[in-house]
């Protein structure tokens, strides 16, 4: 069996923590991660303010296999990220001229080139992510990836990682809809819990139909086991009097 390759998310920005711009980036990282077989175990939301960025990315690039940051890398003032990464790793910042030329191909004024150009600011030491998109590009520092925070540009540069990583098995979902409550299921799903240790049950309620019901995702690498415990979930529904609906793989 391949190890597991885990990952972290951190998103970056006072907007998002404020309410005011709403994330979306949690979701395709993970989902994308997770097609490519890197497991996202941490995800976390952080504010623009320099000693929790620099704290929370020497706490987890030492936790998981690969970090993923989003957001703070434009041209203001509190676009810090990649400042605070330096500071993480130790190192200075430095102008790369590959970012630098691609900025410059749009004409500004001076004032407004030299905000740009904060973007081209990286760690020593960086690797480029390259952003299909035509705009600067993210960088990368040993096993922490940076980018932007804006949606499309963020899964432009994460497309491009594509068959660069390390990567483990691909992690599996099987479901099946129970029309029992959760409560019903608890102590059954504990145990098969306990005797399945590397499969993760999952147990959410859900109301249709005029039914309440539970839907159980089990989650794990490997087909036939996931389809063998499925089996034993819809045992457990029908011995409570109930016709259980397997809805199969559904990642």
Known sequence: MSEKVTASILI???E????RTQDVNISHIAKTLGDWGIVVEHCRV??????????TVNEVRSKYDYVFTTGGIGP???DITAECVAKAFSVVLEQNEEIASRI?????PDDVMQSRLRMARVPVG???????TGGPQGFSLENVFVMAGIPSVM???LSSLDGTLKTGKVVRSHSVRLYLGESQVAEALSQLQ??????????????????YGTVIVIRGTETADLKDLALKIVSIGQAAGTEPEDMGLTT
Do not use: C
Request: overall charge negative; glycine content about 6%.
């Open 76 to 78: 203001t003032h509190d």
């Open 16 to 19: 998002i923590l404020s309410g």
């Open 155 to 157: 899964q432009a540069m």
């Open 46 to 55: 952080i504010p623009d303010v320099e000693q929790i960025i620099i704290d």
């Open 126 to 132: 960086s690797k480029l992510i390259d952003n299909p």
């Open 12 to 14: 970056i920005g006072n």
């Open 104 to 108: 410059k191909k749009r004409p500004a």
């Open 194 to 211: 306990d005797q399945n240790p590397l499969i993760d049950i999952g147990s959410y309620p859900f109301f249709k139909d005029d039914k």
